[in-house]
């Protein structure tokens, strides 16, 4: 297995069960995926959260509108607390459209853990990156959360 490329984590004063949907409702999902200030548009987002389910997301960058896709598979989940899936990325509106999986693929593992004063949100991507690329991601990922816990205090 590749090495953990980086991990972002958060102790959210919320119920397991609200992080859990945010995650794996599709609704939920294009409400918040995607850094601040960029935005997912709900008929890029597909979430089937059952083992072998497809996902996927856009994200539309509001300084030029360029699209990042990502999508894959699930491959461990274990409801409220664990969700690993494959992730595929692509600026290709075509290769999106066909969900090509012959690409390489990260994997992502999202962890939710019930400790004192809420729940314990871990994301972690394993593969390989560029030199220097995996510091970038792992911004990106914390501005994700971000915008994870924006939604979530507008469901409050």
């Known amino acids: 297995m590749a090495d953990i490329l980086y991990t972002v984590e958060r102790v959210i004063d919320a119920p397991i069960a609200s992080l859990w949907t945010l995650w794996t409702d599709p609704d939920h999902l294009a ?12 008929e890029s987002v597909t979430m089937e959260p059952h083992l072998g389910g497809a996902w996927s997301a856009t994200v539309v960058a509001p300084m030029d509108g360029s699209h990042h896709h990502f ?24 290769v999106f459209a066909a969900r090509d999986r012959s690409s390489e693929a990260h994997e992502v593992v999202i962890t939710l853990d019930e400790v004192e004063g809420g729940v314990h949100m871990t994301f972690s991507q394993i593969g390989t990156f560029p030199e ?25």
């Open 31 to 42: 409400a918040w995926y995607g850094p601040v200030g960029f935005n997912s548009p709900r």
């Open 71 to 94: 999508y894959g598979v699930i491959t461990e989940i274990s409801e409220p607390n664990v969700l690993h899936y494959s992730m595929r990325y692509t600026n290709d509106d075509d």
């Open 132 to 156: 220097g690329q995996a510091e970038q991601a792992k911004a990106g990922i914390e501005s994700y959360f971000d915008s994870f816990e924006s939604h979530l205090a507008t469901l409050a």
